[in-house]
């Protein structure tokens, strides 16, 4: 009897798994097809603002060299000032530059437009023996003809005699 119980019992459970593998509706299943297309995310996020521009040297920031009457020898002060300018000019390697040189009223035309090209000059070659590129500097005299101050004396004379850089290019 054991074995007739047995027997039923594995043969509704063999019905069972055919009745449900083998009846009843099946459910039809529509293969999709994947699409294999890469995906392209726009980025919206906008760009980057642009680098600020590199600081520029500022004519004010270099410092006048002045000399002693009828020098162009530099002077303990013009040196200092120089060294100044020197750190600008290795500051913004770029800036090209020129050297005024000015002389007091006193001498004539002819004389002051040569010591004020002597005085840029020593002006010029103490930058360039400290480093600086000679193609960026350039000079210019322009003797007695610009004046900084206007006065007959030796406080007005001593503020003419000068070397002035200007900025010619960066």
């Known amino acids: 009897m054991k074995r007739l119980g047995l027997l039923v019992v594995i043969g509704l459970l063999t019905v069972s798994v055919i009745g449900m593998s083998c009846g009843g509706p099946k459910e039809v299943v529509e293969e999709v097809p994947v699409d294999t297309t890469p995906v392209v995310v726009e980025d919206t996020t906008p760009p980057p603002p642009p680098p600020p521009p590199p600081p520029k040297l500022k004519e004010s920031q270099l410092q006048t060299v002045y000399f002693d009457f009828d020098k162009f ?21 770029n800036a090209i530059i020129k050297i005024e040189g000015h002389c007091d009223e006193r001498g004539t035309v002819e004389y002051n437009m040569s010591l004020g090209e002597r005085r840029a ?11 600086i590129a000679p193609e960026r500097i350039s000079i210019i005299s322009y003797g007695k003809e610009r004046p900084l101050e206007a006065g007959h004396n030796e406080a007005a004379w001593g503020k003419n005699r000068r070397c002035e850089f200007r900025i010619i290019s960066q």
């Open 73 to 93: 020898n530099l002077r303990g002060d013009a040196k200092a000032s120089l060294d100044e300018n020197y750190g600008l000019l290795i500051e913004f390697e």
């Open 121 to 131: 000059r020593s002006s010029q070659d103490y930058l360039v023996n400290r480093g």
